[in-house]
């Protein structure tokens, strides 16, 4: 079936750095896309999300960029710090109701 | 504010008991919740959607007799693994939606369960 999928299980990156974290998705229909961080032992907490009918929203040291063409949404962030080490989701509108697919993780890394 | 609870935060039970796990909204009304389990080091798959006053919609292979959903007001759900096998240790997480003509959700911090 359609789903969400990462092209990176694992991001190692140094304090200070930009990271970027990307995420394939194969709905078309798909119109709203959403970014979680989840630290170990914790539930998913909200980053930013977006909209088909953009391609690019920022947040505080995160933009979220999507490509409607090649079905890839990309999620940066700025001057990485170690409290950014989690695993980040992307998530897709199901294909009913207000629902969410879950894309597979990336875990982050931030080595000082 | 949309701050989702969840209670116990772990438990642990024998096989065959059933476990209850309550899922809040503390500072919203909603309409919506949704349960998802997640396995070590996997993405969050959504179990059922939870619909107050009326009966969970429950995703493929979800077994609604063996996971029971009741969602009896605007701020509560509870999800009762029955009979529990090993095999149902999971992290269950819930979720909220805050309603209207929205996607976004805020999720409770999650229950460890392990059945032994």
């Known amino acids: 079936g359609e789903s969400v999928g990462l092209h990176l299980p694992t991001l190692s990156v140094q304090e200070g750095d930009n990271s970027i974290i990307n995420c394939a998705y194969s709905n078309s229909a798909s119109d709203y896309f959403i970014w979680y961080k989840q630290e170990s032992g914790k539930g998913p907490q909200f980053i930013i999300d977006?909209?088909?009918?953009?391609d690019k929203r920022q947040g505080q040291r995160v933009t979220v960029l999507l490509n409607k063409t090649v079905k890839h949404l990309s999620l940066q962030i700025a001057a990485t710090q170690p409290g950014d080490s989690a695993v980040y989701f992307c998530a897709e509108n199901a294909n009913s109701g207000y629902a969410l697919n879950f894309g597979k993780g990336t875990s982050l890394l931030v080595t000082p | 504010g949309a701050v989702v609870s969840q209670h116990p935060s772990w438990v642990i039970c024998k096989s065959g008991t059933s476990v209850k796990i309550e899922c809040r909204s503390l500072d919203f009304q909603a309409t919506t919740m949704f349960w998802y389990r997640q396995f070590p080091k996997q993405s969050l798959m959504l179990m059922a959607t939870?619909?107050?006053?009326?009966?969970?919609?429950?995703e493929q292979g979800v077994e609604k007799d063996k996971f029971l959903i009741n969602h009896a007001s605007l701020t509560l759900s509870t999800l009762t693994v029955t009979s529990a096998h090993p095999e149902d240790s999971s992290f269950y997480i819930c979720s909220a939606g805050l309603g209207g003509e929205t996607y976004e959700q805020y999720f409770g911090p999650g229950t460890r369960l392990t059945v032994t």
């Open positions: 939870s619909n107050e006053g009326s009966k969970a919609t429950y």
């Open positions: 977006i909209r088909s009918n953009m």
